[in-house]
């Protein structure tokens, strides 16, 4: 098994597919109301362990960085694409306890929301994964941007 601060480019595929795919499963669910609580409790799902996978993604990206050479040029790419980690994880962690709240809510009410409610904070849910979504993009790209034009692979520069 490589060494943890290796493992960040193996692992960082996983939330992204992960937390990429449940906001359609979300759309999905609500586009085929027969079939809402199964996929919306798949989109759920997915939703956490994008998270999980996530912050594993950060820690080894942590483990990475403490070994990678420090150019001026690197430091800012390096910077850049922490921060946006962060965002992307803060973004999805309050959309998935946004989420738990609602089924919380629901189950404590022992009903389900009014409809005219449930869809506005349906649609004000599915546009703030929309800026998670992109926010996981930009993260994407700021770490492709390291490996493929810094050259940093694994936490080692050339």
């Known amino acids: 098994m490589p060494p943890f601060n290796h493992l960040h480019p193996a692992i960082v595929h996983f939330p992204i597919a992960l937390l990429g795919t449940a906001p359609l499963l979300f759309l999905l669910g609500a586009l ?6 199964g996929i919306h409790a798949s989109a759920l799902l997915l939703l956490v362990l994008g998270l999980l996978g996530g912050l594993l993604a950060l820690a080894t990206g942590d483990a990475a960085e403490n070994l990678a050479h420090r150019t001026p040029e690197l430091r800012a790419a390096l910077n850049a694409h922490e921060l946006s ?10 959309l998935t306890g946004a989420w ?12 389900e929301l009014p409809p005219r409610l449930a869809r506005t904070l349906f649609i004000l849910w599915l ?18 941007h390291m490996v493929h034009d810094l050259h940093t692979h694994g936490g080692e520069a050339p």
């Open 32 to 37: 085929w109301p027969s079939q809402r609580r």
């Open 85 to 94: 980690a962060q965002w992307t994880m803060a973004i999805f962690g309050i």
């Open 100 to 111: 738990l709240i609602q089924l919380g809510v629901a189950r404590f009410l022992h009903r």
């Open 127 to 144: 546009l703030g994964s929309g800026l998670g979504v992109a926010a996981l993009l930009r993260t994407g790209h700021l770490g492709g």
